[in-house]
């Protein structure tokens, strides 16, 4: 039975999922990581401006780019969630969710440290740290409220909302630097000609970097979506257990208690 199928019939299991594909993802992102870091120091060339320090742009734009795609699949996910009542979406929306925080700091952790030598500070309150630091909360948020409402439907249904607003947050981070005075350097694409604005060769470094983030997206998901699939199979077999237990211990009792007890030698007739 093919994923699809599985999928449709709601009968997804850790069984079913194909795991080959985890492996042959993890070469290829290995594979990519390690051209993109050959790239960033051995063919872009250095910056006139920056230094050196402007090649951890090579993977905290593209990080950037995969924050954006975890987010807008957590709404995705959630919303056909509410349209179908299959919870495989929210465990989509939920393995994204986790990827989207691990993304999120991992922007903000390499941009400080572009920041430190350029600006003289780790942090400046500026219109696109701020906004991506605001994204990060509501991710945050949006992993709390569900561990904090426990029970799976509902924490889907009122979950959807958060990753919804997540969501909108995404074009406000992207057009920060457009609509405010900013510190943080313009987009890749120049506004003006609609043109790239990096040389080819750092354009190239950036798209491999994209790449890399992207199949890294990929094998992430892969693996926590696997990991919470199997966490539903063994509470489904200790919940069958614990039933299959009960149904025998319940006739024992029964026995037990239509039993006539024993007479003492002093109560014999």
């Known amino acids: 039975?093919?994923?699809?199928?599985?999928?449709?019939?709601?009968?997804?299991?850790?069984?079913?999922?194909p795991t080959r594909w985890t492996t042959a993802l993890a070469a290829v992102t290995l594979s990519l990581g390690l051209l993109t870091i050959g790239g960033a120091f051995l063919y872009a060339p250095t910056d006139a401006i920056q230094g050196d320090v402007q090649r951890i742009f090579y993977i905290h734009a593209p990080m950037?780019?995969?924050?954006?795609?975890?987010?807008?699949?957590?709404?995705?996910?959630?919303?056909?969630?509410?349209?179908?009542?299959?919870?495989?979406?929210?465990?989509i929306a939920r393995c994204s969710a986790e990827i989207a925080v691990l993304f999120t700091t991992l922007v903000l952790i390499t941009g400080s440290l572009w920041g430190k030598p350029v600006w003289g500070t780790w942090?400046?309150?500026d219109a696109r740290l701020t906004t991506t630091l605001i994204l990060w909360f509501i991710y945050v948020g949006y992993l709390m409220l569900r561990s904090y409402l426990g029970e799976a439907e509902r924490a889907a249904r009122y979950s959807v909302l958060v990753g919804v607003l997540g969501a909108l947050d995404i074009p406000l981070v992207?057009?920060?630097?457009?609509?405010w005075r900013t510190l943080h350097p313009e987009g890749i694409i120049d506004s003006a000609t609609g043109s790239p604005a990096?040389?080819?060769?750092?354009?190239?470094v950036f798209l491999?970097?994209?790449?890399?983030?992207?199949?890294?997206?990929?094998?992430?998901?892969?693996?926590?979506?696997?990991l919470d699939l199997l966490h539903d199979q063994v509470?489904?077999?200790?919940?069958?257990?614990?039933?299959?237990?009960e149904a025998v211990a319940l006739p024992a009792q029964g026995v037990l208690g239509r039993a006539r007890p024993l007479r003492s030698p002093g109560n014999s007739p």
């Open 198 to 204: 990096l040389p080819g060769s750092m354009l190239a």
């Open 235 to 245: 509470a489904e077999m200790e919940e069958r257990s614990l039933s299959e237990a």
């Open 208 to 226: 491999l970097g994209c790449l890399t983030m992207l199949c890294m997206y990929m094998l992430l998901m892969l693996v926590r979506v696997r």
């Open 174 to 179: 992207h057009v920060s630097v457009e609509w």
């Open 123 to 125: 942090w400046a309150w």
């Open 64 to 91: 950037a780019i995969c924050c954006y795609l975890a987010g807008a699949v957590v709404a995705l996910a959630g919303l056909l969630y509410l349209a179908t009542r299959n919870l495989f979406w929210d465990v």
């Open 1 to 17: 039975m093919s994923l699809l199928q599985n999928l449709m019939l709601k009968r997804f299991t850790a069984d079913s999922y």
